[in-house]
């Protein structure tokens, strides 16, 4: 499962990746876990803007929760 849903997941943040990019910002993969945990890191400007943890539950997570079903969180790591 690991592999295929780790380019589940990358193919879904590759569709986000350019709007976070038009803000000056940019979202990294850490890991996809069995366990349906997403690992991601914040970049640029959503790594310090105060808006970050809105834009990761309800803009990254909710849209890999619809088109990754297996994905039952995402969290934001250093």
Do not use: H, W, Y
């Amino acid at each position: 499962m690991a592999e295929n849903f780790d380019q589940k997941v990358s193919s879904v943040l590759e569709t986000i990746r350019p709007m976070l990019q038009a803000d000056g910002g940019d979202v990294e993969l850490i890991s996809a876990d069995d366990d349906g945990v997403v690992k991601v890191r914040l970049q640029g400007a959503c790594g310090s803007c105060p808006m970050a943890q809105m834009t990761l539950k309800m803009g990254i997570e909710r849209e890999l929760k619809k088109q990754v079903p297996e994905v039952k969180e995402v969290v934001s790591v250093k």
